[in-house]
């Protein structure tokens, strides 16, 4: 990973990643053809990222909501990377908010700790961050070049803050950008935040909407009532399980789950704050069935810290 991580200084020079991910973009349009350009068309609508499964179904590791930011500990990331560097999983999932990017939230603007808060120091800690995620990933893959997993990664809520304030904002356009978080380079494919993709039969989205308003479904429950398929979603703290039937015996699991962090949250009360943390190894996935195994972040730590 041709990144240095200097705190206060975006991570990759500006030409550099946009002529990287330029050539990313035209690679993948050429493997995963006719994947690349339908997003635009088909918004709302899950796309098959049409990943090859092998007779025994596909090995895919999750990494809920990460919401790296400053000042937070980050160790954990690199306790994941060594077990997916054990284990090999086929697909690699970020279900995104990998960022909190405080500097760009709309809450707590006016008071005394919001002030303290910077853009440039944001992206640092994402890529500080990322690269302890990646560091044994990438070092695994050196020493067996036969393991070349998919990386997909779904943009959350806080990814697209960096489009909603230049939307809002517009005089900040070419200072803030998506493309400061360098996603391609890293190896990642990414899909757009509320675009649902489908592997091995399974729909991930960082949370999928309901209604007219687009709020988003908060129950596992009602993820399957809703889509008549499994699925994983991250976005809202904790764990939550659900499984169903369909009409030919098949099973569906749907999983919610959005807390991969250390940190608390000052806006969170003590019972709130006590919710699950860890990420989802699911193992044997094939047309919409898989076996699910939690790794809680203590378990992580027992075994990598």
């Not at 899950?46 to 092998?54: N, Y």
């Not at 899909?191 to 091995?200: E, R, S, T, V």
């Not at 399974?202 to 009532?225: D, E, I, K, N, W």
């Not at 499994?230 to 749907?254: P, V």
Request: net charge neutral; hydrophobic share 35%; glycine share 10%.
């Amino acid at each position: 990973m041709p990144y240095k991580n200097h705190e206060g200084q975006l991570a990759c020079d500006r030409r550099y990643k946009m002529k990287r991910r330029t050539e990313w973009l035209k690679k993948q349009d050429g493997l995963q053809s006719p994947v690349a350009n339908q997003y635009a068309r088909r918004i709302g609508t899950v796309i098959d990222l049409e990943i090859p499964v092998p007779k025994h179904g596909l090995k895919i590791a999750v990494l809920p909501d990460a919401q790296v930011m400053p000042g937070v500990a980050m160790e954990h990331l690199g306790w994941y990377g060594q077990f997916i560097a054990e284990k090999k999983p086929d697909v690699i999932v970020c279900i995104g908010d990998f960022g909190d990017f405080p500097s760009l939230s709309v809450f707590g603007r006016g008071e005394r700790d919001f002030a303290e808060h910077r853009y440039s120091k944001d992206v640092a800690a994402w890529h500080e961050g990322m690269q302890q995620f990646l560091g044994p990933i990438e070092a695994e893959k050196a020493r067996d070049p036969d393991w070349r997993p998919f990386m997909e990664f779904f943009e959350g809520n806080h990814e697209s803050h960096l489009d909603r304030i230049t939307q809002q904002h517009p005089f900040l356009e070419g200072t803030i950008d998506k493309a400061d978080l360098c996603l391609p380079e890293y190896g990642w494919r990414v899909h757009p935040f509320l675009q649902p993709a489908a592997i091995g039969g399974v729909a991930f989205c960082h949370y999928f909407p309901s209604g007219v308003m687009g709020r988003p479904v908060t129950s596992a429950s009602q993820l399957l009532a809703k889509l008549h398929m499994s699925a994983f979603a991250g976005h809202l703290q904790g764990r939550e399980i659900a499984y169903s039937r369909r009409a030919d015996g098949s099973n569906m699991t749907a999983i919610i789950s959005g807390s991969f962090y250390q940190h608390t949250y000052k806006y969170l009360s003590p019972f709130t704050n006590a919710h699950w943390r860890g990420a989802w190894f699911l193992h044997e996935v094939k047309d919409g069935q898989f076996d699910e195994m939690a790794l809680s972040l203590g378990y992580l730590q027992r075994r990598y810290g």
